[in-house]
């Protein structure tokens, strides 16, 4: 059974960074994508960014220039890591990370979330 880890949240003061650590766990090479979300509180969850194995990554429009990635992959363990820079209150909300693969079910894992708080 694939697991999805997070680490790496926590508070912040406007402007500054934090590093967000996905490790995804399972067969790798089924692996297609691993990608980062927020929900903040009443809101839908919305993609940060995604990184499809092989293909160009997509990221949100209100990041595209201060959130950069890196990314690992092994046979057992993949993971993504996230850094965002510049960071903004309104940017408070719980960040997911996601796992998806090809042939097995679930198709799809979330991790748990870690919160990141950012203070005006």
């Known amino acids: 059974q694939a697991q999805v880890a997070e680490s790496g949240g926590g508070l912040v003061e406007y402007g500054g960074s934090l590093n967000l650590s996905c490790i995804v766990t399972?067969?790798?090479?089924?692996?297609?994508?691993i990608g980062w979300y927020r929900q903040g509180p009443g809101t839908q969850r919305d993609v940060v960014a995604r990184?499809?194995?092989?293909?160009?990554?997509?990221?949100a429009d209100s990041v595209k220039g201060r959130f950069t990635f890196s990314t690992d992959y092994g046979d057992r363990t993949a993971t993504l890591n996230l850094q965002m820079n510049g960071l903004k209150p309104e940017e408070s909300a719980v960040y997911v990370c996601?796992?998806?693969?090809?042939?097995?079910?679930?198709?799809?894992?979330w991790g748990q979330g870690t919160q990141v708080t950012v203070s005006s």
């Open positions: 996601s796992a998806q693969f090809w042939g097995q079910s679930p198709a799809i894992i």
């Open positions: 399972g067969t790798i090479r089924r692996l297609v994508a």
């Open positions: 990184i499809p194995r092989g293909q160009l990554p997509v990221f």
